[in-house]
């Protein structure tokens, strides 16, 4: 493997430690290397908090050493004043004489800017190196700026014969059909993401909570689609666990082109991504709209021989695999 491409993978792995808690920062990650030796590293801190590069540039104990170092990151480094003071002129302070750079940062206060200023500090910059991988890592924050709406990821259960749900249920909660592995697994994805969104209906028939409780992170915001604010304050999704946003006729229209105004209403709220989790008619419009970018459909044992249908969906998976008696399918649009 050649050198740079080595400590930039090492970029994106340290990075992923900020997954689900940066936003709408970037999850960036930094490496300095000197002599073939990492004197030190950094991901992007909880927002508000500091960037990979000046987590990585205080790790190092000898400071002397940045003057003959090189400084990986997979985004290039911010030019502006924002929540923390410019990276790139952190790197110039300390004289850090070479950065390489997975990808150009899109952000319009950024996009070259910060690669013009170290160029002329005399800064050594090299631009490029695991770019599609970067620009893969930063999918969340480049859907974000190059779209103009979240990240958006489709998730459903189904039956072995093809529903949601079965035809009736006795209370107001959810009928499991994913087993308890692939329902860990779908509460971790939850700390991931920025939101989750549901429809008024399963807001109702299932009353969920729409937390990360069967695992350790953050919970997402919930976003509950009511046109009519009729939803009673007493479901789960208005306690106090979590941050949740109604989005209503006084929010949106919903007459034509509810996706694309719900991903509109979303970008304004400065929501970088949101795992749709809401009932068939909630999934199918967004399939219809072509407004998604991953699917992940669980596929159990179970027959329910009828109930809600799950989604029409006429595409080939990237990957599959199982969970105990789960099948689980992801699929990549485009």
């Known amino acids: 493997m050649k050198i740079h491409e080595k400590y930039i993978n090492r970029c994106i792995e340290i990075a992923k430690n900020g997954l689900g808690t940066t936003a709408p920062n970037p999850m960036v990650g930094c490496v300095i290397v000197h002599e073939k030796t990492i004197i030190g590293e950094g991901f992007t801190s909880q927002y508000g908090g500091p960037h990979a590069e000046v987590k990585a540039i205080e790790s190092v104990t000898n400071k002397e050493l940045l003057k003959l170092a090189t400084l990986y990151v997979t985004l290039e480094p911010c030019s502006h004043f924002g929540k923390t003071p410019p990276c790139a002129d952190l790197i110039v ?138 939803l009673p304050s007493d479901l789960n999704v208005f306690n106090k666990e979590a941050t949740t946003i109604i989005i209503s006729d006084q929010e949106i229209d919903f007459k034509n082109n509810v996706p694309a105004n719900i991903c509109s209403y979303l970008y304004k709220q400065n929501i970088q991504s949101v795992i749709i989790e809401g009932g068939s008619k909630t999934l199918q419009s967004f399939i219809d709209a072509n407004l998604w970018d991953e699917a992940r459909i669980f596929t159990g044992p179970k027959l329910l021989k009828a109930g809600t249908p799950s989604p029409h969906f006429d595409y080939k998976p990237t990957t599959s695999s199982t969970l105990l008696n789960d099948t689980l399918k992801i699929y990549i649009n485009g």
């Open 93 to 230: 302070e300390y004289k850090i004489p070479k950065v390489v750079i997975g990808t150009i940062d899109i952000h319009s206060k950024v996009a070259g800017k910060g690669i013009e200023r170290l160029k002329n500090a005399g800064c050594e910059v090299i631009v490029g190196v695991l770019e599609d991988v970067c620009k893969e890592h930063h999918k969340r924050f480049f859907t974000f700026h190059n779209k103009k709406r979240p990240y958006i990821i489709l998730k459903w259960a189904q039956s072995a014969d093809g529903f949601i749900s079965p035809k009736s249920k006795p209370q107001n909660k959810p009928v499991w059909i994913s087993n308890s592995a692939s329902q860990q697994l779908v509460h971790k994805w939850r700390t991931e993401e920025q939101a989750i969104l549901i429809g008024t209906k399963t807001a109702i028939d299932d009353n969920p909570s729409l937390t990360a409780r069967k695992w350790q992170g953050r919970n997402p915001i919930r976003i509950v689609l009511d046109r009519t604010r009729k």
